[in-house]
């Protein structure tokens, strides 16, 4: 298995880039997805959260109200600690099986780990490369105003709730730049995924 760590502040393609190499053959773990799934209903991630910050922020079906939390945690940075430390090792345990689990149906498969918050975290060490999606801040609160319809304000908050630009960048093996077009994204993309098949095999003939 060939494992990559791809990720990049909100708006700045990751998830672009993340399909495209899941179209050339990647398999790709979604670590928001799987962020989603460790906190469904009977969960004991979700438990931990309604006993720290109270049944508002769950649904009257008992699912998570996101909107509630996050309006919680993107102005409160002690509070949004708090729930990095719920939710983070469920999602790392998580994340590892489905790791493990496309190893074992192909040794030589290519997994794309999608993730936002490596930065300010996760092991670096544990991937094959790490690669960042990078766009200056100010392409991405234009594209959380005019896609996502969010204010500009709440757009810098969600922006400066996550690492740096500097942080992110300084972890880097690739860095993909999407301040340009899409076709321009996409072919940085393929030609990620050309360098990536050439290691994958190397690796694998090691």
């Known amino acids: 298995m060939y494992l990559i760590g791809l990720t990049g502040g909100i708006a700045s393609g990751k998830s672009v880039v993340a399909r495209r190499l899941a179209e050339h053959g990647a398999i790709v773990v979604d670590a928001d997805q799987v962020a989603r799934d460790v906190v469904e209903p009977g969960t004991p991630a979700l438990v931990a959260i309604a ?17 509630a939390l996050g309006s919680i945690i ?22 590892h099986a489905l790791f493990a689990a496309a ?27 790490v690669v960042v999606v990078h766009a ?11 896609l996502r319809g969010l204010s500009r304000e709440d757009a810098e908050r969600r922006i400066g709730s996550q690492a740096s630009d500097a942080e992110r960048l300084a972890i ?5 730049g999407s301040d340009g077009t899409l076709d321009e994204t996409l072919a940085q993309a393929d030609d990620l995924w050309l360098r990536v098949v050439e290691s994958a095999l190397s690796k694998h003939r090691r």
């Open 74 to 95: 993107f102005s409160d940075p002690a509070q949004r600690k708090v729930l990095n430390e719920i939710t983070h090792p469920a999602v790392l345990e998580a994340s």
């Open 136 to 146: 200056s801040a100010e392409t991405r609160i234009a594209r959380m105003v005019e």
């Open 172 to 176: 880097a093996d690739v860095i993909i």
């Open 51 to 67: 006993a720290q910050f109270g049944n508002e922020v769950i649904h009257n079906d008992g699912t998570l109200d996101r909107a």
């Open 103 to 129: 190893e074992a149906a192909d040794p030589r498969a290519v997994v794309v780990y999608d993730v936002p918050l490596l930065a300010e975290g996760t092991r670096v060490d544990e991937f094959d490369l």
